[in-house]
């Protein structure tokens, strides 16, 4: 299938797309609690808005883990490849909130996961590149970033150890 987030030119194509996006990043996403007004409007331009249709993929297991996706609204499928070809067994259901795929930020091996869009989805994306441009223009700002999405993997963790432990 297409991959529906190639080519990240020209995520925002009108002139208010910064201004959204500032006010989504302030308003919707706990990953994002470490940054001050101004620290938001420093960090927006590396980032860009998409959105994408119910049933597409944003990225397949084995891709190039080259940027990293913020929920803002709709829901995201996580699935992994098992040991029986072509079977995968869905890992987690992100929503509004969500950072996934941040490994994307201190690995470069190919993505473990696909990530399906269940319901059309807004995401805001942060490449690779744009990330390594923010941590060496601004790296107080990129160690909040760091931050939230430790804050966020954590909180899915914590989650993930509570579901098990109310099989047992």
């Given at each position: 299938?297409?991959?529906?987030?190639?080519?990240?030119?020209?995520?925002?194509?009108?002139?208010?797309?910064?201004?959204?996006?500032?006010?989504k990043l302030k308003q919707e996403l706990s990953v994002f609690s470490f940054f001050s007004?101004?620290?938001?409007?420093?960090?927006?331009?590396?980032?860009?808005?998409?959105?994408?249709?119910?049933?597409?993929?944003?990225?397949?297991?084995?891709?190039?883990?080259?940027?990293?996706?913020?929920?803002?609204?709709?829901?995201?499928?996580?699935?992994?490849?098992?040991?029986?070809?072509?079977?995968?067994?869905?890992?987690?259901?992100?929503?509004?909130?969500?950072?996934?795929?941040?490994?994307?930020?201190?690995?470069?091996?190919?993505?473990?996961?696909?990530?399906?869009?269940?319901?059309?989805?807004?995401?805001?994306?942060?490449?690779?590149?744009?990330?390594?441009?923010?941590?060496?223009?601004?790296?107080?700002?990129?160690?909040?970033?760091?931050?939230?999405?430790?804050?966020?993997?954590?909180?899915?963790?914590?989650?993930?150890?509570?579901?098990?432990?109310?099989?047992?």
């Amino acid at each position: 299938m297409k991959n529906p987030l190639q080519p990240f030119e020209n995520a925002c194509l009108d002139e208010n797309c910064s201004e959204r996006l500032c006010q989504k990043l302030k308003q919707e996403l706990s990953v994002f609690s470490f940054f001050s007004e101004s620290d938001i409007d420093d960090v927006s331009p590396y980032f860009n808005c998409r959105k994408v249709k119910a049933g597409d993929n944003i990225w397949v297991a084995g891709e190039s883990c080259n940027y990293i996706a913020f929920i803002v609204s709709g829901r995201v499928q996580i699935k992994v490849n098992t040991e029986f070809p072509g079977k995968q067994v869905v890992v987690g259901v992100f929503s509004r909130g969500a950072a996934t795929g941040v490994s994307c930020a201190v690995t470069r091996q190919p993505r473990n996961s696909t990530a399906r869009v269940m319901e059309d989805a807004g995401l805001i994306l942060l490449t690779r590149e744009n990330f390594e441009k923010l941590i060496e223009i601004f790296p107080s700002l990129g160690v909040k970033l760091l931050q939230g999405m430790l804050l966020s993997e954590t909180t899915r963790l914590n989650k993930a150890y509570a579901r098990l432990a109310s099989i047992f």
